[in-house]
């Protein structure tokens, strides 16, 4: 386990940076703050209650009464909360420099960095399996009139045919069940095809050192993202606690 931690500590340092310019400078500021810590058990207990919910009643429905019953179930707007707001900004500042025509972010839900990318992009797209967290994101972003969202299963991404030169996948994939191969493989396959030539794929999900279960399945996300699609990584980013990968047609 030593070892282990020590191997991805060296990688941290390795790790690929684009040789770009990028959108932002990178946030120094980040983790770590008590209020950090309460938010991790917070987040903890929410997966938690959803694991509980999604056995009974199924994911769709389950999203749906979280986003109910909850406030902000995920902590991603509350100002309370600053450990996905400085995410975020880290996020948009790994991005190439560029004013993106039109961007969609899955697994939106309540469009925080949906929010977070409209002022880089002519017209931005945030879908959610949650139609209770589609309901409260337009809300949230009346301010924004070029973004807009929509109702969608991460599963039937590519029915509308339309192409995006920026696709964010933040935190998402992990809570697909069962998270199969070929569950990945028909994801990437879609994200490969609403990829404009030319546009670029952010892929993020938690990841801690490859010490704990839902870590090891990062790596195995990023990976099977790349092995069934005409997708390859030009950067990739490690922070505490998050891997991001940044993605374009090969």
Not at 63 to 74: C, N, S
Not at 114 to 139: C, E, F, N, P, Y
Not at 214 to 224: A, K, N, V
Request: glycine share 6%.
């Amino acid at each position: 386990m030593v070892r282990r931690v020590q191997h991805e500590r060296e990688t941290l340092r390795m790790t690929r940076h684009p040789l770009v310019k990028t959108l932002t400078a990178e946030p120094r500021k980040f983790f770590m703050s008590l209020r950090d810590i309460v938010f991790w058990i917070r987040s903890a207990r929410t997966d938690a209650t959803f694991e509980k919910l999604r056995e009974q009643y199924g994911p769709q429905k389950a999203f749906d009464l979280l986003y109910t019953e909850k406030q902000d179930p995920f902590g991603s707007v509350r100002s309370c909360w600053r450990y996905q707001r400085l995410k975020y900004e880290r996020l948009i500042s790994f991005l190439p420099n560029r004013q993106y025509r039109s961007a969609l972010d899955v697994g939106c839900g309540l469009g925080p960095f949906t929010r977070q990318l409209s002022s880089h992009v002519d017209r931005g797209l945030g879908i959610d399996l949650s139609q209770a967290a589609v309901g409260q994101a337009r809300l949230l972003s009346t301010a924004q009139p070029n973004l807009k969202f929509e109702q969608c299963d991460i599963r039937n991404l590519g029915r509308s045919g339309e192409q995006f030169d920026l696709i964010s996948v933040l935190d998402v994939l992990y809570y697909l069940s069962p998270l199969s191969d070929d569950v990945l493989k028909s994801i990437a396959s879609q994200l490969e095809g609403l990829l404009a030539p030319g546009g670029v794929l952010l892929l993020v999900n938690h990841f801690f050192f490859a010490v704990d279960s839902q870590s090891r399945q990062t790596r195995r996300i990023h990976d099977e993202i790349c092995k069934g699609a005409s997708l390859v990584v030009t950067a990739e980013y490690r922070r505490p606690f998050f891997l991001a990968s940044i993605l374009a047609h090969a």
